[in-house]
């Protein structure tokens, strides 16, 4: 089993920046890669970036590439969301999700693992 914190979450106005933290425990050796979603009130949960955990490699959705940059440092374990330039449409819950097989996967399906979620609010 996997366990994930996420932290960093808060409150911003637009233009600011953040960044979020996952801290993973468990059977880490097992994780292949790691990814952030969120979740806006009465919408459904979508993805945001991803990260290889041995390579490296990333990929985002179009609505954040050029502000958000995601990062892992294997030996801490714990995977980042670094957000720029915040928007008010990025408020929502945000989680942190490991996967033990994909190398990178958008689609929910494809995570084994999934924290309780931080909360990310950007007034305008």
């Known amino acids: 089993q996997v366990q994930l914190v996420e932290s960093g979450g808060g409150l911003v106005q637009a233009g600011d920046s953040l960044r979020l933290s996952c801290l993973a425990s468990g059977r880490t050796f097992s994780i292949t890669a790691m990814g952030w979603f969120r979740q806006a009130p009465g919408k459904e949960r979508e993805f945001v970036a991803t990260?290889?955990?041995?390579?490296?490699?990333?990929y985002y959705t179009d609505s954040v590439k050029g502000r958000f940059t995601i990062s892992r440092d294997n030996v801490k374990n714990t995977a980042y969301l670094q957000m720029n330039r915040l928007r008010p449409e990025d408020t929502a819950v945000y989680y942190c999700?490991?996967?033990?097989?994909?190398?990178?996967?958008?689609?929910?399906?494809?995570?084994?693992?999934w924290g309780q979620g931080t909360q990310v609010t950007v007034s305008s």
């Open positions: 990260i290889n955990w041995t390579g490296g490699n990333t």
């Open positions: 999700a490991a996967t033990r097989w994909a190398t990178l996967p958008t689609r929910r399906y494809e995570y084994d693992y």
